[in-house]
């Protein structure tokens, strides 16, 4: 019996003895970034680590999980970079394995980028998803989330998105975050900061003023609208305006909702419904040249032009120095040029006197139009000189109405811009 003991005894130390062995060899292995080898060195052990004492094991997880986040294994990285926390979460080995989660987390991030870059949205989403997963808990992590469900959208896995999105409904997760500002005297610009930053800062009164915190807008209208849609791709029109109606209750000042809802309606061909819904956002806001431009966009990507005219305008009287209305109301107004130009391609070949006159009248309206396009277009130059696009199209403009004069000007702004 003794003998059996001393034994057991003798294979028990030489197990431990070959465990030791062999973590010292994977570390070495690693500390020469041969990862591959220490993986193999880590597989010898594989089937006894889980009889060992605890500190072989913290070890064992903690080389295994690096070895593997080298080996771009992510997923049976962090869950044996976890395992070592869980062990003793004030051990080194578990210090150095929040350590390595960390940078498998940012290293995931990238990736995901680059894959979205490259339209690899489903692998894209799925490292997002992973990203997520080191800690579900933390409001940083749930923007993972938010942006895998989006690169699902643009793969078009439209079911696995809906689940995404529900789930972030459900968590009550709105993307709402503090963004920190300081501005400096020497230059009176306004710059954003980090958190710490900002605590460092506000209190430089000699170098840095009016320190100001700003929360981020909502996300949970475009995630509803967002489920809406799927629901809409999914044929499944009723569980569509449900999300967005369920979502108003829960918020309902919220103009943005009501736009996405309203958005829904005229995607579904109801035109009623959609100018009730546009008349309650009026009521709520009715000085927000935002809206009045929403509005504008909305309507004319549903061929509404008089009505995308109209809230373009309104946009501009509340508001005459937000730019990105000029143009979309330039673009909206040219669009009645198309219809000109084929009623005249019709005339062009005919000998009548009569469709002589109808040309003539057609090209006067043409010329009109142009002509309507060119104080919004003027106005916008004055509030950005720069903006290229601008000035191309009120260069083609002058050309085409015969203002060689502001073309040649225009000619020469664009020349030095691009020069």
């Known amino acids: 019996m003794k003998k059996l003991i001393c034994l057991s005894l003798s294979l028990l130390t030489f197990s431990v003895f070959s465990q030791k062995k062999e973590l010292r060899s994977a570390l070495k292995l690693m500390n020469q970034s041969f990862h591959t080898e220490a993986l ?117 896995e439209y079911d696995k998105a809906l689940e995404y999105y529900e789930n972030l409904k459900t968590m009550g997760y709105t993307g709402v975050q503090n963004q920190y500002f300081v501005t400096e005297l020497k230059s009176e610009q306004e710059i954003e900061v980090t958190e710490q930053q900002y605590e460092i800062l506000k209190k430089r009164s000699k170098e840095y003023s009016n320190p100001r915190i700003n929360k981020t807008e909502s996300r949970l209208p475009e995630i509803v609208k967002n489920i809406a849609l799927i629901y809409v791709q999914l044929g499944e029109n009723e569980k569509a305006i449900s999300a967005i109606q369920d979502a108003r209750k829960i918020n309902p000042d919220d103009v943005n909702l009501i736009l996405n809802e309203a958005d829904l ?11 009730e819904l546009m008349e309650q956002a009026i009521e709520k806001d009715p000085n927000n040249a935002v809206l009045y431009y929403n509005l504008g966009v909305i309507s004319g990507e549903q061929g509404m032009t008089d009505d995308a005219i109209a809230y373009y305008k309104k946009a501009l009287e509340l508001n005459p120095k937000y730019s990105a209305t000029y143009l979309n109301l330039v673009g909206i107004i040219l669009q009645g040029e198309a219809a000109l130009v084929e009623q005249m391609n019709e005339l062009a070949t005919s000998t009548k006197r009569s469709d002589f006159e109808k040309y003539d009248k057609l090209k006067e309206e043409r010329e009109a139009l142009y002509i309507s396009c060119l104080p919004y277009l003027e106005k916008l130059i004055e509030i950005e000189p720069n903006n290229i696009e601008a000035l191309k199209t009120a260069k083609n403009i002058y050309y ?8 040649k000007i225009m000619s020469a702004k664009i020349d030095e811009i691009e020069n």
Not at 266 to 274: Q, T
Not at 400 to 407: I, L, R, S
């Open 265 to 275: 309606y005229i995607r579904l061909g109801d035109r009623n419904k959609f100018k």
């Open 400 to 407: 085409t109405v015969g203002n060689n004069e502001k073309f």
């Open 40 to 156: 193999a060195e880590l597989g010898k052990i594989e089937g006894i680590i889980s009889e060992s004492e605890s500190k072989l094991q913290s070890q064992y997880y903690y080389l295994l999980g690096w070895a593997q986040k080298m080996d771009k294994n992510f997923e049976s990285s962090i869950n044996n970079l976890k395992k070592v926390i869980e062990i003793d979460k004030s051990s080194d080995n578990a210090i150095q394995s929040s350590k390595i989660i960390n940078e498998v987390e940012i290293e995931l991030v990238n990736l995901a980028i680059a894959d979205n870059d490259s339209k690899k949205f489903v692998t894209a989403s799925e490292k997002l998803y992973l990203a997520y997963s080191i800690n579900k808990e933390n409001p940083s992590n749930q923007n993972y989330l938010y942006f895998s469900a989006g690169s699902l959208v643009n793969a078009k």
